[in-house]
């Protein structure tokens, strides 16, 4: 059994919680900060680097956007934070519980944070859904690093489980 503390932007702990609720291992547990009853700075993520859409149109993510591209959809991000955060803080200063204010958050970008608790079987089916080649570039980021932290730890089943890596 493994416990891992994660803090991800909310498009990342989407994935992983679909794989979670989807998932025929019932030995998962997932305790996530809701804001409600702990207080955490917004905190936003900003990609290096956007992507296309696959050709298919399936899942997954193209090449690099044209570089034009790049720069518009880094001023739109950084806008859409800003006045996020303008309104989410004049809400905390009118008196609004945090619970509600924290809907004028942007949300997909913003990180939270969860503990997750999991069978080896879990995290080894994790892996393997996570690690692909057509998984989300963010969400594979974060399967690496699962897996560079659990096979030292159980280095024989990791690596009879696990097919991706």
């Known amino acids: 059994f493994l416990c891992f503390e994660v803090c991800a932007p909310l498009l990342v702990a989407r994935q992983w919680w679909k794989y979670v609720v989807g998932s025929d291992h019932v030995m998962d547990g997932w305790n996530e900060v809701s804001r409600r009853y702990v207080?955490?700075?917004p905190e936003f993520y900003r990609?290096?680097?956007w992507r296309v859409a696959p050709e298919n149109r399936k899942q997954g993510s193209g090449g690099a956007a044209?570089?034009?591209?790049?720069?518009r959809?880094?001023?739109l991000l950084e806008a859409v934070i800003a006045q996020g955060q303008a309104a989410y803080?004049?809400?905390l200063t009118l008196?609004?519980?945090p619970e509600q204010a924290r809907l004028l958050l942007p949300a997909y970008g913003m990180y939270t944070a969860w503990r997750w608790s999991a069978s080896l079987q879990s995290v080894c089916h994790f892996l393997n859904q996570r690690l692909a080649h057509?998984?989300?570039d963010e969400i594979r980021q974060y399967a690496d690093a699962v897996l560079q932290l659990t096979q030292p730890l159980f280095?024989?089943?990791v690596a009879a489980l696990v097919t991706a890596a």
């Open 39 to 41: 207080t955490m700075e």
């Open 47 to 49: 990609p290096t680097s």
């Open 66 to 71: 044209p570089e034009a591209s790049q720069e």
């Open 73 to 75: 959809l880094q001023v």
């Open 89 to 91: 803080d004049e809400a």
């Open 95 to 97: 008196g609004v519980a």
């Open 134 to 136: 057509d998984a989300q």
């Open 155 to 157: 280095p024989y089943s």
